[in-house]
């Protein structure tokens, strides 16, 4: 699966921004998709992941309330739509693909990876 991030910028804090990732190859409804972000001189973090079906998400208790993720099988697609952003949440965001459930919060497991997309809240 090839990964293809996008929609990342520049926006006030309080304000909004969709991130994008578009899925090439093998079949993109047999994976769960996840989101995570790295911000300048830090680890990477798990920000959320959804069900194979986008029944089940998974978040991050700091983004919980404010992003949504949601994906459509039919277009290949998974995206964040981050709302109420704060300064905190700059970073580099990376969508990501796995094949198993357990475990989605972690980097481990998670097989293909996309280039990433810069979010930079300003104050």
């Known amino acids: 699966v090839q990964l293809q991030a996008s929609g990342g910028g520049l926006v006030q804090a309080g304000g909004s921004l969709r991130l994008s990732c578009a899925a090439s190859?093998?079949?993109?409804?047999?994976?769960?998709m996840g989101w995570f972000r790295q911000a300048p001189g830090k680890e990477r973090e798990f920000v959320a992941a959804?069900?194979?079906?986008?029944?089940?998400?998974s978040y991050t208790d700091s983004v919980k309330g404010r992003f949504t993720i949601s994906r459509d099988n039919a277009k290949n697609t998974v995206a964040l739509q981050m709302n109420r952003l704060k300064p905190e949440d700059t970073a580099v965001y990376y969508c990501?693909?796995?094949?198993?459930?357990?475990?989605?919060?972690?980097?481990?497991?998670?097989?293909?990876w996309g280039q990433g997309t810069l979010v930079t809240v300003s104050s």
């Open positions: 990501a693909a796995r094949s198993v459930w357990s475990g989605q919060q972690s980097e481990d497991g998670y097989e293909y």
């Open positions: 959804i069900w194979w079906t986008g029944t089940i998400t």
């Open positions: 190859g093998r079949t993109f409804s047999g994976y769960i």
